[in-house]
């Protein structure tokens, strides 16, 4: 019986793309603290990537740094999967709380966000010829993050592979479909809060005449 502690378990997990997660799963080693760094890392490396990539390779930054693209590509991005995963779950009778998806899930991240993070420093020390070795980490993290994320949500739902690669792309359409309707959401929220805003100026300009 493996006896690790919350914090081995990742790199169990990592290392032992098969069982790792069904260890992980009947030895209840999942943390939600762990998890949630993991995440955090995620929209660091996703600004590491973008803002300090190695001059020779991307050259052309904004000046300006707006930091909405990077909490959407990190933070939104990721709870949506887990909302849409848990929602599409029901239909299938997967096992998964919403916590469990959660943890593997961010536990699924670590090759990749370890993978960008070392080509991002490895940009600054090697020349264009040898990119391909950058590329190849970062190909190999992204891999090796989808095979554990398959893993990851077959284990916590108990599925077949089949159903567990069906159960994914239901829930990147989900995904699709919440995100359209928060913006929509979001663009409605903006509309309202202008009307109201005019209607002030309006009468605010009206009582001082």
Known sequence: MLDLTKGQFVKH????????????RWKKGGSMRIAFFIVCLLFIQQVAYSRLYGFQYYSDYDKIFNIVPYIFKSFII???????????????D???????????????LVPYIAGYLIGTV????LIKDEYVFIQSIEIIGTCWSFILLISGIKAVHQF?????IA?????IAAMVAILFLLVLLL?????????ILSIYTELSYRFRV
């Open 187 to 195: 663009t409605l929220f903006q509309q309202v809060i202008i009307f």
């Open 122 to 125: 490895m940009s600054h020390f």
């Open 160 to 164: 077949s592979f089949g159903k567990t």
């Open 78 to 92: 990721f709870g949506t999967w887990v909302v849409a995963n848990w929602a599409m779950c029901t239909l299938f």
């Open 13 to 24: 997990v990592v290392t032992h793309p098969f069982e790792g997660f069904e260890d992980l």
């Open 94 to 108: 997967g096992e998964g709380t919403m916590k469990n998806i959660f943890i593997n899930s961010a536990y699924a």
């Open 167 to 171: 159960l994914m792309l239901l829930t």
